[in-house]
């Protein structure tokens, strides 16, 4: 499995089967160093509404004639703007063209804002990919949350994705504590640098995974690793 950061919580996620790319937020991301035109893919997972993770998915939809993966109302929102989706939620697993999805507990919210109206997307969601023999945990954007163990016991995870911005995910301190609780190995720090209310040390959160005996990827934006 070859994983590509685009910037806050963009993931490109490759096999030699199929490609797919998670929470595109890339034209509206000055960091994230890409188009959504040069993205091809065969599946966009989200895992919620907000419009840094929602991003360009109805584009790269079309463009690749590919689905979005998302919970139920999101899955409806994208389906009503012309793209093909595969509605899920919660607790629930499918497996499409070689790539099996499950999505797990996010506690965040999920809505879109159209002009004054704010549209309610369903529930947030973390995501647990398996392409190519490999698992990555994508946490979406969360608290810190108990059943992180549960997530941790019951899947075999390669590498894990957290968000460590604070304010409006969790912060270091609690993605640490996370990172121990999923009995990850490897971890990418997420949502932090795009913007200064989110600015965090993600080279300092890697030596401090260290030191807990996991290994930790401060990606750049283009940046890729093999797992
Ligand atoms: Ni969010
Ligand atoms: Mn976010």
Redesign the pocket.
């Given at each position: 499995m070859k994983i590509t950061y685009y910037g806050h919580s963009a993931l490109l996620v490759e096999s030699s089967e199929a490609a797919v790319i998670i929470d595109p937020f890339l034209s509206g991301n000055p960091k994230s160093g890409i188009s959504p035109e040069d993205i091809k893919v065969d599946a966009v997972l989200l895992t919620?509404g907000?419009s840094?993770?929602l991003g360009d998915a109805i584009e790269i939809s079309k463009n690749n004639n590919c689905p979005i993966f998302a919970v139920y109302e999101l899955a409806e929102y994208c389906q009503i703007k012309g793209a093909q989706v595969k509605h899920m939620n919660i607790g629930g697993a499918h497996t499409y063209s070689g790539i099996t999805v499950k999505y797990t507990q996010a506690f965040?919210?999920s809505s879109i804002q159209e002009g004054d109206t704010w549209i309610y997307t369903g529930q947030?969601a973390g995501i647990l990919l398996t392409l190519g023999g490999k698992t990555l945990y994508h946490a979406g954007?969360t608290a810190l949350f108990g059943d992180l163990r549960l997530i941790g016991e019951r899947n075999a995870i390669d590498i894990s994705a957290l968000p460590i911005g604070d304010m409006?995910t969790m912060g270091p301190d609690d993605a640490l504590l996370a990172a121990r609780w999923l009995r990850a190995e490897k971890v990418i720090p997420l949502h932090y640098n795009t913007f200064p209310a989110i600015a965090q040390d993600g080279a300092d959160f890697c030596d401090r995974l260290r030191q807990e005996g996991i290994e930790g990827f401060p990606l750049l934006p283009g940046e890729s690793i093999e797992v």
């Open positions: 919620h907000h840094d993770h965040h919210s947030p954007d409006l």
